[in-house]
C-alpha cells in the first residue's frame, strides 16, 4: 500500500458542541455566544418574543358551533370501478354501497358520495348519487340510468321494485323446482 495511492477524503467530522476543548468548539461558551435566551436553553415553538404581543393562538379565527371538535369528513370519490360488486339493473345508493362493503358502515348517511369514471363499466346499474359527466356518459352507455340523487322518493320506489322483482324471481324458481 502506498500513501500516494490512497483516496482523498475531504469530509471532517461533525463539532460537538458544549463537549468541551477538544470538540473544537472552545470550552467556555461554546459557540453559543455570550448570554442571552438562546445561549441558555431552546425557546418554545409558540415564545413570540414579548408579553405584550397577542399569542398566534389567540390571533387565529375562532370556531363556533356544536361541532367544532368533531372531524370534519370530507367527500367519498368512488371509482366505476367499485361498482363492478353489483349486478345488471341493480340500484347503488348509500346503503347499497355500505351493504356492499365498498363504503364503511360508520360512516355517516348525509356523508356526501360522488362517482367518478375513470374506468370502464360493463354492467348497466341504476345510480342514485351525484356522478361526473364522464361517469354519467358510461353509465348510459352500458345501458343504465342515473337516477336524480336528491329525490329520495325515487330511489324508495326503485328499492321496492328491486324488492318485488326478486321476490317474484324466488317465487318462479320454486315453482319450477317444486
Do not use: C, W
Amino acid at each position: 500500500m502506498e500513501l500516494s495511492k490512497l483516496p482523498n477524503t475531504n469530509t471532517k467530522a461533525r463539532k460537538r458542541v458544549g463537549r468541551g476543548y477538544g470538540s473544537g468548539r472552545g470550552g467556555h461558551t461554546s459557540g453559543r455566544g455570550h448570554k442571552g435566551q438562546k445561549a441558555r436553553g431552546s425557546i418554545g415553538l409558540f415564545f413570540q418574543g414579548t408579553k405584550f404581543k397577542k399569542s398566534l393562538i389567540k390571533r387565529l379565527p375562532l370556531v363556533r358551533g356544536k361541532g367544532k371538535l368533531s372531524p370534519k369528513t370530507g367527500s367519498v370519490i368512488i371509482d366505476l370501478e367499485a361498482l363492478r360488486a353489483f349486478k345488471a339493473n341493480e340500484l347503488v345508493s348509500f346503503e347499497t354501497l355500505q351493504e356492499k362493503g365498498i363504503l364503511s358502515k360508520k360512516l355517516p348517511k348525509n356523508t356526501p358520495v360522488k362517482i367518478l369514471g375513470n374506468s370502464p363499466l360493463e354492467v348497466s346499474l341504476n345510480v342514485a348519487l351525484p356522478v361526473s359527466k364522464k361517469a354519467e356518459e358510461k353509465i348510459q352507455k352500458a345501458g343504465g340510468r342515473v337516477i336524480e340523487p336528491g329525490s329520495g322518493v325515487a330511489v324508495k320506489k326503485e328499492v321496492k321494485k328491486e324488492k318485488e322483482n326478486k321476490g317474484k324471481e324466488k317465487k318462479e324458481t320454486k315453482e319450477k323446482n317444486g
